[in-house]
């Protein structure tokens, strides 16, 4: 066992889902008019940490890529035992795709010298599910997606990882510093416990990183080191749906059957 491994966690603001509308002028997201959460596959990417946290130790490290109103996922990020958490945030990353925005994140775990980087498999907003993989590549580091469980192997400097494949299951080693990202749902999420809570609520505060601090070149960032052209949105109409309410299950199976859905 060893008590030194560091431990980072990306996790992302994102504006409710059930909450959020289109503008149908532009065809956007009001994301303003939203109410911002984690984003929930996030849950799980804290909780595999936390889990390393309780087997080996290790020091576990939050950090979000965004304006400083991301601040509250970072306190909640400590109230559920994250030894620290920090803001990523600089105008020069105004404008990131998924490629700057990979390379910044890659920064920050080299800035906090880590030897795991655990992320959600995607985010309900933009859901690319590109940016941890962009980071492995960024780093030029192992990576282990769609990860139902880790199983840490301090003694070998390995992590273990069942991940999801079609039909099944396989379990992958992978050689430190490993890039993780863990399926959706593949865990429980712990709570907050209510004295972590109250601190994270009334004394934390989260480190403030900016691009000169990450040692980041401003070119390297934001809208004009993005490569992504969005070409314009559109929003579908909703599809008219025709209803027949049954009385019983046979008259169900009738139904379907006469529909040639059986
Ligand atoms: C041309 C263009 C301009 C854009 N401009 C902006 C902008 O100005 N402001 C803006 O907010 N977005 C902007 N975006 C969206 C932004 O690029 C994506 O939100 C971002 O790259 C993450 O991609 P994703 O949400 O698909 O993450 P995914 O790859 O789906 O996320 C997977 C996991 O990576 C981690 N992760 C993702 N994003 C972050 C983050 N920011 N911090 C920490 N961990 C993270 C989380 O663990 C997440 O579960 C822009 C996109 C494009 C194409």
Known sequence: MTDNWTVVVGIKQVPDEDDVTIDPDTGTLNRAE???ILNPPDRNALEAALQLKDEVGAEVIAFTMGPPTATPVLELAVALGCDDAALISDMAFAGSDTW???LTLAYAAEYFDADVGIFGEETTDSSTGQVPPGIA???DWAQLTYV???DPRPEDNQLLATRDV???HEVVAADLPVIVA???GDNDPRPAGLHRKLYAETEFEPMELDAEALGIDPDEVGLDASPTQVGGMDTADP???EQEVVDSVEDLAAAMAEEGAV
Do not use: F, I, M, Q
């Open 34 to 36: 939203a109410a911002a």
């Open 239 to 241: 599809v008219e749906r």
């Open 137 to 139: 590549a960024h780093l």
């Open 166 to 168: 079609e039909g099944g």
């Open 148 to 150: 139902a469980d880790l």
């Open 182 to 184: 863990v399926g959706y």
């Open 100 to 102: 700057p925005t990979s």
